[in-house]
């Protein structure tokens, strides 16, 4: 059974920064692309960022290029989304999810239940 | 960035009856390399996580019960619940996976009449 339990998640004050970690189960980790996707309180779901099934290639949405940085350890089954210069308008919900492909080009096939991260002062 | 538009934002069925989603691409998302759309469509209850329904905009995610189907080609898409269950109420996106940056709908809530 495939599973993705996000972590990391807290309340911290604008400017600050925070790192998220993804723990993956059930498949074989290092064969597919990984994704970070968002979602504000009561608001849609945006992608944030993924990265490629070796770690060699990373995207970002605009609204986080140059602040957030995304990674993962293969031996250790895990993806991190590292996030500095937090804003107020980076409060959400952030899933994890796997990629249905090694790159980019695939869909969403399972997901974490998230962890809520608050930019407040 | 492609731009996915779906309407309406929200609907209410009666139990058994038909409900119809759209949604638009602001570009092309048929691969002419293999000929498939790069849109899906995914489930999100209530405090749950989102849920794979249909991916290829017209493959059926394993499990998911066959009263969901997709439909369209190129730039409009459509998900149809044939007979709406108390179970499909929740908001539904769609989203292109074409290129980067990956985009979602701004969702559609199915409510009960």
């Known amino acids: 059974e495939v599973q993705l339990v996000e972590s990391g998640g807290v309340v911290v004050q604008p400017g600050g920064s925070l790192r998220l970690s993804c723990a993956a189960s059930?498949?074989?980790?290092?064969?597919?692309?990984m994704h970070w996707v968002r979602q504000a309180p009561g608001k849609g779901l945006e992608w944030v960022s993924l990265?490629?099934?070796?770690?060699?290639?990373?995207y970002y949405a605009d609204s986080v290029r140059g602040r957030f940085t995304i990674s993962r350890d293969n031996r250790r089954n895990s993806l991190y989304l590292q996030m500095n210069s937090l804003r107020t308008e980076d409060t959400a919900l952030y899933f994890c999810?796997?990629?249905?492909?090694?790159?980019?080009?695939?869909?969403?096939?399972?997901w974490g239940q998230g962890t809520l991260v608050t930019v407040s002062s | 960035d492609i731009v996915m538009t779906q309407s309406p934002d929200s609907l209410a069925v009666s139990l058994g009856e038909r409900a119809t989603i759209n949604c638009k691409s602001s570009q092309n998302i048929l691969y002419n390399s293999n000929k498939k759309n790069y849109l899906g469509w995914y489930q999100q209850k209530p405090g749950q996580a989102p849920k794979l329904l249909i991916y290829w905009a017209s493959t059926r995610e394993s499990g998911v019960p066959d009263r969901f189907s997709g439909s369209g080609s190129g730039t409009d898409f459509t998900l149809t619940i044939s007979s709406l269950q108390a179970e499909d109420v929740a908001v539904y996106y769609c989203q292109q996976f074409y290129s980067t940056p990956l985009t979602f709908g701004g969702g559609t809530k199915v409510e009960i009449k």
């Open positions: 990265i490629t099934f070796n770690g060699g290639t990373t």
């Open positions: 059930g498949f074989t980790f290092d064969d597919y692309a």
């Open positions: 999810a796997k990629g249905a492909a090694a790159g980019t080009g695939g869909h969403f096939d399972y």
